[in-house]
T-cell receptor, first 112, second 117 residues
Framework: RKEVEQDPGPFNVPEGATVAFNCTYSNSASQSFFWYRQDCRKEPKLLMSVYSSGNEDGRFTAQLNRASQYISLLIRDSKLSDSATYLCVVNTGNTGGFKTIFGAGTRLFVKA | DAGVTQSPTHLIKTRGQQVTLRCSPKSGHDTVSWYQQALGQGPQFIFQYYEEEERQRGNFPDRFSGHQFPNYSSELNVNALLLGDSALYLC????????????????FGPGTRLTVL
């Protein structure tokens, strides 16, 4: 079993649609969670951190369920510019450093 | 505010050669992590440096080594290159000041694309 698993995708949605990405992680000691987006042949860019209380940034909402070891990202009112690969990221570590595990990513295509 | 920079942007090597990639962290950051990203896959964690020491390591062979300098910049060295080492190598920086300002939010550089022939 992979340490971080995401929906395989790709997702093809029309503009204005709501799309949800799911992610599960295997290490219950993991302490920090993030969503990054990556455009083709570019570096990953931080989209948002994920907290148990849930957090929202405009059209984007992220949620963490520690009991189920599950992370989600919801994008409302999809725009063409949202087309990218979305990466689920989990950090595990101690005071001396942390180890980061990325999911394989889910590709999103938003079409006019 | 200077972001993460990496050099070179592209590199072509042949099997068996050695390569050194360089990274300067975002201004104010003290921790550097290195990743390998093969086409169509998520980045794979190689190792992390803080206070000039390797603090965490992923599942990569000893051919992959690194160094961090007093100014927090870092190098990734790969010896005895294999065809399978062809990938995008990403550097990310974060802040690990143990006196209470710790953050493991990472910011990535543009990467170095390595091709091994």
């Amino acid at each position: 079993r992979k340490e971080v698993e995401q929906d395989p995708g790709p997702f093809n949605v029309p503009e204005g649609a709501t799309v949800a990405f799911n992610c599960t992680y295997s290490n219950s000691a993991s302490q920090s969670f993030f969503w990054y987006r990556q455009d083709c042949r570019k570096e990953p860019k931080l989209l948002m951190s994920v907290y148990s209380s849930g957090n929202e940034d405009g059209r984007f909402t992220a949620q963490l369920n520690r009991a189920s070891q599950y992370i989600s990202l919801l994008i409302r009112d999809s725009k063409l510019s949202d087309s990218a690969t979305y990466l689920c990221v989990v950090n595990t570590g101690n005071t001396g450093g942390f180890k980061t595990i990325f999911g394989a990513g889910t590709r999103l295509f938003v079409k006019a | 505010d200077a972001g993460v920079t990496q050099s070179p942007t592209h590199l072509i090597k042949t099997r068996g050669q050695q390569v050194t990639l360089r990274c300067s962290p975002k201004s104010g950051h003290d921790t550097v992590s290195w990743y390998q990203q093969a086409l169509g896959q998520g980045p794979q964690f190689i190792f992390q440096y803080y206070e000039e020491e390797e603090r965490q390591r992923g599942n990569f062979p000893d051919r992959f080594s690194g160094h961090q300098f007093p100014n927090y910049s870092s190098e990734l060295n790969v010896n005895a290159l294999l065809l399978g080492d062809s990938a995008l190598y990403l550097c990310a920086s974060s802040l690990t000041r143990l006196t209470g300002l710790r953050s493991d939010t990472q910011y990535f550089g543009p990467g170095t694309r390595l091709t091994v022939l």
